[in-house]
């Protein structure tokens, strides 16, 4: 099993990325994809998750500026971030759970700095 995260890097403030999780070694399609993150000092907090059929949860932490969607052809889930703040900085990470499976990335980092 692995989902290996790209896309993270320095953003300057207001500005967007699209993070990847490639996922594989498991049935992508009938697993839940969720993104975490961990700022520095901080507890790790969900972000968004999605369901199989696509059901789409938010958190407070999204605050309207991020998009998570799935394609399973691809066995990929994405996080588009928008309008980015200094206080999305963190370790961005993958987590794919079914039942009693939990599988995590490595994580990927975003920093938010002019």
């Known amino acids: 099993v692995q989902l290996v995260e790209s896309g993270g890097g320095l953003v300057q403030p207001g500005g967007s990325l699209r993070l990847s999780c490639a996922a594989s070694g498991f049935t992508f399609s009938s697993y839940a994809m969720s993104w975490y993150r961990q700022a520095s000092g901080k507890q790790r907090e969900l972000v968004a998750d999605?369901?199989?059929?696509?059901?789409?949860e938010y958190t407070e932490a999204a605050q309207g500026r991020i998009i998570i969607y799935r394609d399973n052809a691809k066995n990929t889930v994405y996080l588009q971030m928008n309008s980015l703040k200094p206080e999305d900085t963190a370790v961005y990470y993958c987590n794919a759970q079914r039942n009693m499976d939990d599988y995590w990335g490595q994580g990927t980092q975003v920093t938010v700095s002019s």
């Open positions: 999605i369901t199989p059929g696509g059901y789409i």
